[in-house]
């Protein structure tokens, strides 16, 4: 079965930092393009980063640009995101998602109408504040 697991989010404050994890199982994620998104409350789900599984190849959204590193370790079958100078508004929850269907990675964080088509996580909860 496949399934993705998100850890390494908690409280943190404005200006700090956090590594979320996304670890696979049931299937490796060599093949599959993978990205994080997050929803806040109220909020629709956004795409944050997402990353090629051919070159290596990213996409950032505009206000996550020179904060959040994405990044992938194929033998420990794992996808990271290092998020930097955390703002309040980095509040959300935090997924994990991973696709065979779209190689494009700007499609894949940005285009709502496939994500149906991709493996979600459970999620894990961020939140920026003093």
């Known amino acids: 079965q496949l399934q993705l697991v998100e850890s390494g989010g908690g409280l943190v404050q404005p200006g700090g930092s956090l590594r979320l994890s996304c670890a696979a199982s049931?299937?490796?994620?060599?093949?599959?393009?993978i990205g994080w998104f997050r929803q806040a409350p109220g909020k629709e789900r956004e795409g944050v980063s997402c990353i090629s599984s051919s070159d290596g190849s990213t996409y950032y959204a505009d206000s996550m640009k020179g904060r959040f590193t994405i990044s992938r370790d194929n033998a420990k079958n794992a996808v990271y995101l290092q998020m930097n100078s955390l703002k309040p508004e980095d509040t959300a929850v935090y997924y994990c998602?991973?696709?065979?269907?779209?190689?494009?990675?700007?499609?894949?964080?940005?285009?709502?109408?496939?994500?149906?088509?991709?493996?979600w996580g459970q999620g894990t909860p961020v939140t920026v504040s003093s």
């Open positions: 998602a991973a696709t065979l269907r779209v190689t494009n990675v700007q499609s894949m964080c940005v285009m709502r109408w496939i994500r149906a088509l991709y493996a």
């Open positions: 049931g299937f490796t994620l060599d093949d599959y393009a």
